[in-house]
């Protein structure tokens, strides 16, 4: 690729595009497998002029040259393939620097869509939602997409589109209303590091199966690396306790001992202890403030005498302060001085996950933790594009800030191999990785606006774009500005947790009444009940990438109430729930996919598939679950 010497004046990129030959708008207009035209707008706001085309073989597409502007490749790409899914590779280059965008949209219209990353405003599927054009890159959620995003969409005509890491991509989902996906390459304002200065490319696979279902297979034989082993089974069986939503930073070694007693007191089982933000004397220290643990050695052994293993939150970011004599975080452009970012706790550097000496020292900083107080884990907190500096100069360069998030998911795998009972909330393309990725925090309401009715999409999400370990967050969500959940939120929360793979409390059931404590209890043992289960379906993820959790068109790809209802969720594929995700509800409309249905609250009675059941009964101790009949 030609180097661009920058300063070129921007002339091209601002133009609409103009005088197409009639066949080359035919080129730009639709991509074909055999007779499925997929209707789409390659080349948005290029003056692309006279054209020389060259077709290439019969089947393997089209090389169109506008000379001086661009190049476009359609080719059938040669990914080995068992299933009966074609694809095909689109390249524009540019053979001018003053190019610096490249912009293809795809239609929304007449399919509905999934994957890529979740957002705060969570619906499913994804073409109802309106976002702008905006660098498809990791944020802490709230007004970008969340920790964990994927090059990858998939929809319901079993349409797939998987672009390339190196580009600099800019996604916008239906924008203003618009019913269009689109991709846009630039380097223009935007968080990619064209540090070599290389010409603007774009670049991805588009991919035609049979259904929604076949096309996702093989994504997960083609684009997505399988999890190469699963995390520590205990984490799929018992709740972790976090101090988080229950203190926030106001913990102490007492309130850690009283949580503890508590969970004993009320016969309620356990993974692990999880002391949150905020247990350092300074951030990033790695050290317990001794005002407020003052034996953590002393506090850690008793934790583990009542049968706790104990983890600390961890994080990337590094108080600047004297104390802190270490500091191997991003360095500014000039290679000097550390470059600060903002996040929810101050000022700090970042840790340089490119730089081996760095990553050395915290690993020697994390080890000493578990040697000096018997720490087993960690949960890995942060990692997303938006807590990187403005300008920064890693030791080794990555064009895409993602690679950070890659980086440091695979440094909280190796501080924690052998057990794997660490966390972490941040993924680019490491599904490879045996660790749970959390849900980002959630808040604690019932909405779609990052509240209960967020959880389920979630989910399926992360089983869309290939990780199936899923650490629902803490349950009831996360009590922020005073918003304390209410016993019926925190229990329809409890039940919904049920069948995920995970299951975290930080607010307690006791912090409510008796029968709070009852139903959760009951939904717990359920839990405890079903993660043989959930440790199955783990395992063959490894071998085929199929998710823990499903949507309910694994099973009935072509049903157009599965390929929509974002209430349900399938685990494997024979056991069906249907949580109660409404305020004040104490019944629900339950749909069934095709087959016969046990219903699990009714063991006689079983269901036919394929329809609706209507103001199915569910008061708040109830969780509608079912199993499907061979
Ligand atoms: C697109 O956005 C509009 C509002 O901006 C919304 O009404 C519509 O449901 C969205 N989805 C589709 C597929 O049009
Ligand atoms: C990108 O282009 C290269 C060739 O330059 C091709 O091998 C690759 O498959 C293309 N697509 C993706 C998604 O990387
Ligand atoms: C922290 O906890 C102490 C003791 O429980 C309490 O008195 C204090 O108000 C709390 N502070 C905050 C900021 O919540
Ligand atoms: C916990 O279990 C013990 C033994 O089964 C029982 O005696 C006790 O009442 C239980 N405690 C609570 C709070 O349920
Ligand atoms: C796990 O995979 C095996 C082998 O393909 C299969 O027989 C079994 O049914 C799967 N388990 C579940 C729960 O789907
Ligand atoms: C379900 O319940 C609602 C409210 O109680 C009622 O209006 C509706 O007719 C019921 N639907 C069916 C199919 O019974």
């Not at 009714?602 to 079912?626: K, Q, T």
Request: a negative charge.
């Amino acid at each position: 690729m030609d180097s661009c010497v920058i300063g070129w004046v921007i002339v091209y990129s601002l133009l609409e595009r103009f005088m197409i030959s009639v066949a080359d708008h035919d080129v730009l207009t639709s991509l074909k497998f055999g007779n499925n035209v997929v209707p789409c707008q390659l080349g948005n706001h290029l003056r692309l002029g006279e054209a020389s085309k060259e077709q290439v073989g019969h089947d393997q597409g089209v090389q169109v040259t506008w000379p001086g502007v661009a190049h476009l490749s359609i080719t059938s790409s040669d990914i080995p393939t068992d299933y009966s899914v074609t694809c095909q590779d689109v390249t524009w280059m540019a053979e001018d620097c003053r190019v610096t965008v490249f912009e293809d949209c795809f239609s929304l219209d007449g399919a509905h869509w999934y994957g890529g990353g979740a957002r705060n405003m969570l619906l499913w599927p994804i073409e109802k939602w309106d976002v702008e054009m905006e660098p498809f890159v990791s944020d802490d959620g709230y007004s970008g997409y969340s920790g964990v995003v994927e090059r990858y969409w998939l929809n319901s005509n079993g349409l797939s589109i998987y672009v390339n890491s190196e580009v600099p991509l800019w996604v916008s989902l239906n924008s203003t209303g618009d019913q269009q996906l689109c991709l846009r390459a630039t380097y223009d304002n935007s968080p990619y590091n064209n540090y070599d200065q290389s010409q603007v490319f774009l670049n991805y696979t588009v991919c035609q199966g049979a259904n929604v279902k076949e096309t996702q297979l093989f994504a997960f034989e083609n684009f997505f690396d399988k999890p190469f082993d699963i995390p520590d089974e205990t984490l799929f069986r018992y709740p972790i306790y976090s101090t988080w939503a229950r203190h926030h930073q106001n913990i102490t070694q007492d309130k850690v001992m009283a949580y503890a007693n508590e969970i004993i007191y009320y016969n309620y089982s356990n993974a692990q202890m999880e002391i949150d933000d905020d247990w350092e004397s300074n951030y990033g220290q790695l050290d317990f403030s001794l005002e407020k643990f003052p034996d953590p050695q002393g506090m850690v052994e008793q934790l583990g005498d009542m049968g706790f293993r104990v983890t600390v939150w961890v994080h990337p970011f590094t108080d600047i302060v004297p104390e802190n004599d270490w500091l191997g975080g991003l360095k500014d452009p000039g290679g000097q001085l550390p470059a600060l970012i903002s996040w929810w706790n101050g000022v700090a550097s970042t840790i340089d996950f490119t730089e081996t000496e760095s990553v050395d020292e915290w690993n020697r900083k994390l080890a000493n933790l578990r040697q000096s107080y018997g720490i087993s884990s960690f949960k890995f907190d942060a990692g997303e594009t938006n807590y990187l500096p403005a300008a920064y100069r890693p030791a080794v360069p990555f064009r895409n800030p993602c690679d950070y998030a890659t980086k440091y998911a695979e440094v909280a795998y190796l501080a924690d191999p052998d057990v794997r009972h660490q966390e972490v909330r941040v993924g680019y393309r490491t599904q490879r990785l045996p660790i749970y990725v959390r849900l980002l925090d959630k808040t604690s309401r019932w909405n779609h606006e990052n509240g209960l009715r967020t959880v389920i999409p979630h989910v399926l999400l992360f089983s869309i774009i290939g990780y199936p370990f899923s650490l629902p967050d803490m349950i009831g969500g996360n009590a922020y500005s005073g918003r304390f959940p209410d016993r019926e939120l925190f229990i329809r929360w409890t039940e919904l947790n049920v069948f995920l793979p995970g299951f975290q409390f930080s607010i307690v059931p006791w912090q409510y009444d008796e029968q709070v404590i009852e139903i959760c209890r009951d939904m717990l043992t359920l839990h405890e009940q079903y993660a043989d289960l959930m440790i199955e379906l783990a395992r063959n993820a490894t071998q085929t990438g199929e998710p823990i959790v499903r949507p309910l068109w694994w099973l009935a790809p072509e049903d157009a109430v599965a390929l929509e209802i974002d209430s349900e969720f399938l685990v494997g594929n024979d056991l069906l729930v249907a949580p109660v995700v409404e305020e004040g509800a104490t019944s629900r409309d339950v749909y069934l996919p095709v087959g016969s249905w046990r219903d699990m609250n009714d063991v006689g009675v079983v269901l036919d598939g394929g329809r609706w059941y209507y103001n199915y009964s569910a008061p708040l101790d109830f969780l509608p679950y079912f199993t499907r009949l061979a």
